[in-house]
């Protein structure tokens, strides 16, 4: 059994995007009381750990002053200056009172998940805020102002870590991979919906690093409707073996749950099965493993997805039933499913032959353009 953390705090709950963004911060809460209500916080191997918030000199590790200053500037909830011109404003990135302070507690606990798996205190450590994948340097992008799964790999990488990052969100990510894209010292792999058909339009199998890092940026973009057979095919093809070859000391990974059928903002059409079989050969694969969350905008899939991923990662199995207390206590709030791996299963979407050859392809490429230099 390995010693893991699951890090959160309820002051997640003081920020709020807005009543009509996609991304709702009581997923959080609700994920935490699902996780709780299973007794996954009382197993002898677990540490739960209350988040602290980064310092500011943490977020200077990737993000310009000018941008932090920015933020802070925002922080009171109000649009100044030109906030525009850094991705701020009504829309995918709003300024909400206290979203300094939001991005300092979501990168506080990303670091506190790579502190616990590199000072010898466990394997595997959950923070179910982070993954704000779409953060650039200088500018806020797809709901994410800081940047947290770079900074995370940057004090790994500080403390000597080989690092390997593995993106599962269905947005491809891309300020994970522009800020590692000309350094061997982190392979990054990202499976998302291809850019053609969602945000943010990049991610395709030709993007490969750069320079030094030429061959240590990985993608592979499926097709809209692209299920759970051919994207575990797809993933079995490429990651394990590429973990195997670059041979990380520590594998962070963004777990976006937006993946699903019946998300409401992407096209891909896994089910909670499908994610399942990833996270537990992740599980397999990982020597250690930095586990952060990502998107998910249908708040039932994301509740049960990061509990049963809480689970795999403690080598627990749950009962189908969600216990009592969790219902009772959530009644009203967009719990749909009362089993764990229940709902309707996606309909296959005439899972055509066109996208089985659109990712033979693309694997076939990846293969051939890609794997002998990672193997050296
Ligand atoms: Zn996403």
Not at 137 to 147: D, E, L, W
Not at 258 to 273: A, K, M, R, V
Not at 332 to 355: A, S, V, W, Y
Request: proline residues 5%.
């Amino acid at each position: 059994m390995k010693e893991t953390a699951f890090i959160y705090t309820d002051a997640y709950l003081d920020y709020d995007y807005g009543s009509s963004h996609p991304l709702q911060i009581k997923r959080l809460k609700l994920t935490y009381e699902l996780i709780k209500a299973y007794g996954l916080l009382d197993l002898p191997s677990v540490q739960f750990i209350p988040t602290i918030k980064a310092e500011e000199e943490h977020l200077t590790l990737f993000h310009s002053k000018d941008y932090l200053d920015v933020l802070k500037q925002a922080d009171e909830g109000h649009l100044k200056g030109n906030a525009n011109s850094f991705g701020l404003g009504p829309g995918d990135n709003p300024i909400f009172p206290g979203l300094y302070d939001w991005s300092l507690w979501v990168t506080g606990a990303t670091l506190q998940a790579v502190d616990f798996v590199t000072d010898g205190k466990g394997e595997i450590a959950f923070n179910i805020a982070g993954g704000l994948h779409h953060a650039l340097r200088s500018r806020a992008s797809g709901f994410c102002y800081i940047n947290d799964p770079v900074i995370g790999i940057l004090r790994l990488l500080d403390r000597g870590k080989r690092v390997l990052y593995i993106d599962i969100d269905a947005h491809h990510g891309d300020g994970v991979q522009k800020a590692f894209y000309e350094t061997d010292q982190v392979l990054t792999i990202s499976l998302h919906e291809s850019g053609y058909t969602l945000f943010p339009g990049t991610g395709h199998e030709y993007e490969m690093g750069r320079g030094k890092g030429e061959g240590y940026s990985i993608n592979l973009p499926f097709p809209p409707y692209t299920d759970d057979e051919l994207y575990l095919w797809a993933f079995e093809e490429i990651v394990p073996e590429l973990i195997l070859a670059f041979s990380p000391d520590v594998v962070v990974t963004q777990l976006g749950v937006d993946t699903f059928y019946n998300d409401p903002l992407t096209n891909l059409h896994l089910s909670i099965e499908g994610y399942e079989k990833v996270l537990r050969r992740i599980k397999e694969l990982a020597p250690k493993w930095v586990a952060l969350g990502g998107g998910g905008y249908n708040i039932s899939n994301v509740v049960r997805s990061w509990t049963l991923a809480w689970a795999i990662m403690n080598e627990v199995e749950l009962n189908e039933e969600l216990p009592e207390s969790f219902l009772k206590k959530t009644a009203g709030m967009e719990i749909e499913e009362k089993k764990l791996r229940g709902g309707q299963k996606p309909t296959l979407h005439t899972q055509n032959n066109d996208n089985r050859m659109e990712m033979e392809r693309v694997v076939g490429y990846l293969k051939e353009k890609y794997f002998l230099k990672i193997k050296g």
